[in-house]
């Protein structure tokens, strides 16, 4: 009988909530080390979950495959709360609104154009109705915190130990591998290491030699306090991403990732909120509760890190931004690889080993 294997991840946002999820799942002895459940960048999520414009078809379909992850972990996992409210946009031009149909409806995607009449019906609060949009039914949105936590709570139940407060100082070599990790609470060792921590991946990475070619730009979202029904779905304009969550906030950005906060954050987040109550009618009890800015880890061509770190043994990288999109197929795909020690084929385009070529 084959040795369970003892892998500890680092991070508890979604990916890593994912990765715990699916590895505990699959007979794994999982120990996760975060300074916080639910992670520090995915409460700061707008937590769409698409294969919208943008991206190239590889891409599109890996996305694609995420989402019908969600499917999935809605079954594994009831409450996890995936909510398929669909969306609408009208954030490109005529031309590039037509160019993105014609593409992503040959792809296999279900966005349709919708007119004036139909948006207004959709989303009968808003002030400004454009004359055409897109509607893309099969997207929707979680509570990425809620959902992450859901997932470390069915971990547990499957025998997972979670340490969170941890700070993790740097990864731990032993004979030419990974064989644990330095953390606030003492070194904690296992067979593998997953480092799925967000913004300080590098950082850590960097302990043991790997370089992740990567920035961390900031997206600051605002956060209205709860109010009745005011928006069915996703809604995409051309300077404005705005839903409404489970708990009845609005909130916004300039992009999905969020607004440049700028040197003064209260007056950016001040004058986001007032672009959002002017884009909404009978508002007036609109007002905002906080703001969040979630530093997004992303890779230097846009596309996500996943797997063996170069030379190293006993280690896999999980970077990404888009992770609430991505957090099912990742972490089904990784825990995998990681269980097996077979690589996944869904996952080559997307090696730390390609930035070498």
């Not at 509607?135 to 992450?148: F, S």
Request: charged share 20%; glycine share 12%.
């Amino acid at each position: 009988m084959a040795k369970q294997k003892h892998v500890i991840v680092v991070g508890a946002g979604i990916i890593g909530a994912s990765i715990a999820w699916h590895l505990a799942r699959q007979g794994a002895a999982v120990t996760v080390v975060a300074e916080k459940g639910g992670g520090v960048a995915t409460p700061a999520s707008f937590a769409w979950i698409n294969a919208s414009w943008g991206n190239p078809e590889f891409y599109f379909r890996f996305r694609r495959y995420a989402m019908e992850g969600w499917q999935r972990l809605h079954n594994e996992l009831p409450g996890i709360g995936v909510n398929w409210c669909g969306g609408i946009s009208w954030d490109l031009s005529p031309d590039e609104l037509e160019a993105y149909v014609t593409q992503h409806g040959q792809w296999g995607y279900g966005v349709r154009r919708i007119d004036r009449q139909a948006i207004a019906a959709r989303e009968p609060y808003l002030a400004q109705v454009p004359d055409a949009a897109v509607h893309i039914a099969e997207e929707g949105a979680v509570e990425p915190v809620a959902a992450a936590q859901r997932m470390l709570a069915g971990a547990q139940a499957r025998g997972t130990r979670l340490l969170v407060g941890a700070n993790v100082t740097r990864l731990v070599q032993e004979g030419g591998r990974i064989a644990g990790v330095a953390t606030s609470f003492g070194e904690v060792k296992a067979d593998h290491v997953v480092l799925a921590a967000g913004a300080g991946a590098a950082a850590l990475a960097q302990t043991a030699g790997v370089t992740l070619p990567m920035e961390t730009p900031p997206g600051l979202i605002v956060h209205s306090k709860p109010v009745e029904k005011r928006l069915n779905g996703i809604v995409i304009t051309p300077d404005l991403h705005m839903r409404q969550t489970a708990e009845g906030r609005i909130i916004a950005g300039a992009d999905f990732g969020g607004s440049d906060p700028g040197d003064d954050q209260q007056a950016t987040a001040d004058a986001l909120f007032d672009r959002l109550k002017a884009s909404l009618n009978d508002v007036a009890a609109l007002a905002l509760d906080f703001f969040t800015i979630g530093y997004r880890p992303t890779p230097a061509d846009g596309f996500p890190i996943v797997g063996p770190a170069g030379h190293l043994d006993g280690l896999s990288l999980a970077v990404m931004h888009s992770g609430v999109t991505l957090a099912p197929a990742v972490g089904l795909l990784l825990s995998r690889e990681i269980v097996s020690e077979r690589p996944e084929e869904r996952l080559s385009p997307f090696r730390l080993a390609r930035f070498d070529q």
